[in-house]
């Protein structure tokens, strides 16, 4: 079987193929290509965006085999060029199965008429990740006009961030209307994908976590966590609610002297010159220094997986405050390490969090509610570790890797059966 998948973002596995520094994010591809790794009878091409021409690369190393397309595709509108250059991709390496990995950007579109093209499409699997066309409606929710029009440094308003995800999430709607193979996970991507068309194959297949959080054999304990501290995984984007928060870090700073709030992710935080922070990460700086928290927020930048687990087992919660989420894997990686959460009552998210036996949701814009949940898990130390091995069990098998690559090889089988050439 020959599977080939197109990528937004070069996993770790072929950084030194095209000597690019490795990236700490979309770990379920690398953790999915790793379960795969040992299929003697499936040969896995990766298709990656390039900027740099002289990275136009094909060819193989060791098991690794690559194929480059110009990122400049999800620039522009969908086109000619676009299509044939897949095209090319296709009748190069003759793939059996063409696997997309996210709908966000024009390039899964194209990608899909090519596959048409070239009589395909009926192989074509899209792995729904964020879903933009649904996301688009929350983008800049609770923010002030004043900040939605703001722009500094050369980089787009979060006005402009949501119309160009409104302009991206129309290819989005086409290419799950498209008739390919839809691999979704939530209740609410269920929801939102069918809501498109009454004929989307729909499919369910869970996501791999990145592979140190199953190797890590230590997990949370309330004796080691440091009481009254809180992790956040990201919050450098406006869906990621930070914003959403901030009023009640305050209160809590009040209510517990000893309270600190760690936030990784998004260089701009934690820059000095803010000539290097988007329009969204001044916002955040502003309301930092408006309820006069600085001094209970860390800002840890970008951390690689051994460090999120260590910052995870440090803490006292974990919180995902986002004001959308389809299945957030800082969520689950949360939960497979024990961590108790507290998490907004948004988008798929309910399915991952059974409330008040594997995580606690609120209200995303009710501060009460979050108080409520934050203090519970830091008052009550033994229902935080009943929640936390609640959350290792059903973690545990939700994110069990062999069934999840027996879910993906059923369907990529099932895919070649029904539609032989």
Avoid at 12 to 30: L, M, Q, T
Avoid at 60 to 69: D, E, M, W
Avoid at 105 to 130: M, N
Avoid at 281 to 293: A, G, N, R
Wanted: a negative charge; proline letters at 2%; aromatic letters at 10%.
């Amino acid at each position: 079987m020959r599977v080939l998948w197109i990528c937004k973002v070069i996993t770790p596995e072929y950084s030194d193929i095209y000597k690019v520094k490795k990236r700490h994010i979309e770990g379920w591809i690398s953790g999915m290509h790793r379960a795969l790794a040992d299929n003697s009878d499936m040969d896995i091409a990766c298709c990656f965006s390039i900027i740099d021409e002289v990275k136009m690369i094909k060819g193989k190393s060791g098991k690794l085999t690559y194929y480059s397309y110009h990122s400049e595709i999800d620039t522009r509108e969908v086109d000619e060029e676009a299509i044939s250059e897949f095209c090319a991709i296709y009748e190069d390496y003759k793939p059996d199965i063409i696997h997309i990995w996210g709908s966000e950007y024009p390039h899964s579109y194209a990608a899909a008429l090519a596959a048409e093209r070239v009589g395909l499409l009926k192989r074509v699997v899209l792995h729904v990740q964020g879903l933009i066309s649904a996301i688009a409606p929350y983008y800049s929710l609770e923010i002030p006009d004043k900040w939605i029009d703001f722009s500094c440094n050369n980089i787009r308003s979060i006005r402009e961030e949501a119309s160009d995800l409104e302009r991206r999430g129309k290819y989005e709607i086409e290419l799950i209307k498209s008739g390919i193979t839809v691999l979704g996970r939530t209740s609410w991507d269920k929801a939102y994908i069918e809501s498109l068309s009454s004929n989307v194959h729909y499919r369910l297949c869970d996501e791999i976590l990145r592979s140190d959080f199953y190797d890590n054999t230590d997990r949370w304990k309330i004796e080691r966590a440091r009481k009254h501290t809180a992790f956040i995984s990201q919050a450098y984007y406006p869906i990621k609610g930070l914003h959403f928060i901030l009023s009640s870090v305050a209160k809590l700073k009040q209510e517990y002297n000893d309270f600190h709030l760690f936030i990784s992710g998004g260089s701009g935080l934690i820059a000095e010159d803010s000539r290097k922070q988007s329009p969204y990460e001044q916002y955040i700086l502003s309301l930092i220094q408006k309820y006069k928290i600085e001094d209970v927020i860390t800002f840890t930048g970008t951390l690689d997986s051994m460090q999120m687990i260590k910052m995870f087992l440090e803490c006292n919660v974990f919180i995902c405050p986002s004001t959308i989420e389809n299945s957030s894997n800082s969520i689950g990686e949360a939960q497979l390490l024990g961590v108790p959460v507290v998490a907004s009552y948004t988008g798929g998210t309910p399915d991952l969090i059974t409330h008040g036996e594997t995580g606690l949701m609120y209200q995303m814009d009710s501060d009460y509610m979050f108080m409520s949940c934050i203090k519970r898990v830091f008052d009550d130390d033994a229902f935080a570790t009943r929640m936390s091995v609640e959350e290792q069990r059903v973690a545990s098998e939700r994110y069990n890797r062999d069934r999840i690559k027996k879910q993906l090889l059923t369907i990529y089988e099932e895919l070649i059966e029904n539609n032989l050439a």
